[in-house]
């Protein structure tokens, strides 16, 4: 399952409630929820696990949006853009909206 979050973890707990129901599916992180993917942010040890395993995903023109390098990103989340979202639905659809 592909599971998005489009709150930062500072405005909501949306993030901590995906997490729990994560299992063995990717995060996709989006809009404000690439907030979650800093390496400074206090969820990226929450994200630590996951991302080795290679399961996060931050989305690139959101976090350009927000003036947000990728070399601030915390190990292992991986960078995305349009079109490798619709791979990650192809990949591990159906998809799970926290919101």
Do not use: F
């Not at 993917?37 to 206090?42: E, K, S, T, V």
């Not at 995903?57 to 349009?82: C, F, K, S, T």
């Amino acid at each position: 399952m592909l599971h998005t979050v489009n709150k930062s973890p500072l405005q909501t707990r949306d993030l901590d409630s995906c997490l729990a129901h994560l299992g063995d599916g990717r995060l996709l992180l989006i809009e404000d929820g690439v907030y979650a993917a800093l390496a400074a942010a206090p969820s990226a040890s929450q994200l630590a696990d996951a991302a080795a395993a290679g399961r996060v995903y931050a989305l690139g023109p959101d976090m350009e949006a927000r003036g947000l390098a990728a070399d601030h990103l915390a190990a292992n989340i991986q960078v995305v853009d349009y079109q490798g979202v619709v791979q990650l639905v192809i990949d591990h659809g159906p998809h799970q909206a926290w919101v």
